[in-house]
């Protein structure tokens, strides 16, 4: 192409430059709404859990097309200049300069685009600058995260984010998905009066139970919650500002199984109290 353009007149060769880009553009743009199109109308109307899911293929396949219109920009920009405008070196060097000091934030959210394209994707969960989310996109000068809180549900929020912030702030990265193991705790107020036991015997009851229903973790089965690696659950003691002992029972499962096993823990604790029967069978991830 570099080749072509030496043989044309200045102004024949930025027009030339322009209109190749100018129709790569449209066919990019064209590309994504029929792909947009094609994949909603699939999954509109399903209703099993996992569709929910699919605009995330959708958001990766247009990223990998985003990113060649970056390319395809550049490259003519590039064209132009060093073919096109006469002292083209010389000019170029003026233009970055003033270009840096007049838009340094823009500019620097945009060269962070490509170290965000090389750590992260479309799908993972983060949290930067206050806002914790999903990535559904990734472009020249933000990231679009939509917000999901410590249970993995949706929040509603659509946050955007300027790329300069990915390399000027902490960033954290979070396995939020459904099959990604969590850290679950529940606090059990203690109270004689109520349970008509000792404290001693409600540990013990307590202790048995767990230790029945809640199986010990491997390494593989614990995510990023190394130290419940060899345990089935933690327990911790502390007394509240009335002086009654809480206790906080801990343990690591999947996300979509932690409140199944939550809701059997809290009917045991309560068929302690007398008000309701004991149910104490919890199933297997």
Do not use: C
């Amino acid at each position: 192409m570099f080749s072509l353009l030496t043989t044309f007149p200045h102004e024949s060769a930025v027009i030339f430059i322009v209109s190749i880009w100018f129709i790569f553009e449209i066919v990019a743009r064209i590309v994504k709404s029929t792909m947009k199109e094609r994949n909603y109308s699939q999954y509109a109307n399903e209703t099993s859990p996992d569709a929910g899911e699919f605009y995330l293929a959708h958001y990766r396949k247009s990223q990998i097309i985003d990113i060649f219109r970056i390319i395809g920009f550049l490259s003519a920009m590039s064209a132009v200049i060093i073919y096109a405008v006469p002292g083209a070196f010389s000019f170029l060097a003026i233009a970055t300069g003033a270009m840096i000091l007049t838009f340094k934030d823009a500019i620097l959210s945009f060269v962070s685009f490509f170290y965000i394209i090389a750590h992260f994707k479309v799908g993972d969960t983060i949290g930067v600058s206050g806002a914790r989310g999903e990535i559904i996109y990734i472009r020249f000068l933000n990231v679009g995260l939509v917000g999901r809180d410590a249970n993995t549900e949706h929040t509603g929020t659509l946050h955007v984010i300027p790329n300069s912030r990915f390399v000027l702030d902490i960033v954290q990265k979070e396995e939020l998905s459904s099959t990604s193991y969590r850290l679950q705790q529940i606090e059990i107020p203690y109270d004689p009066d109520n349970f008509h036991v000792s404290f001693e015997v409600f540990l013990q009851s307590l202790e048995a139970f767990l230790s029945k229903n809640l199986k010990v973790r491997t390494i593989k089965q614990v995510g990023n919650y190394r130290s419940f690696a060899g345990t089935a659950y933690k327990l911790d003691f502390a007394y509240t500002n009335r002086g009654k002992m809480m206790v906080t029972v801990q343990f690591v499962g999947k996300a979509w199984h932690l409140s199944d096993t939550t809701k059997k823990i809290v009917i045991f604790v309560e068929s302690m109290r007398g008000k309701i029967e004991k149910d104490d069978v919890i199933g297997d991830e």
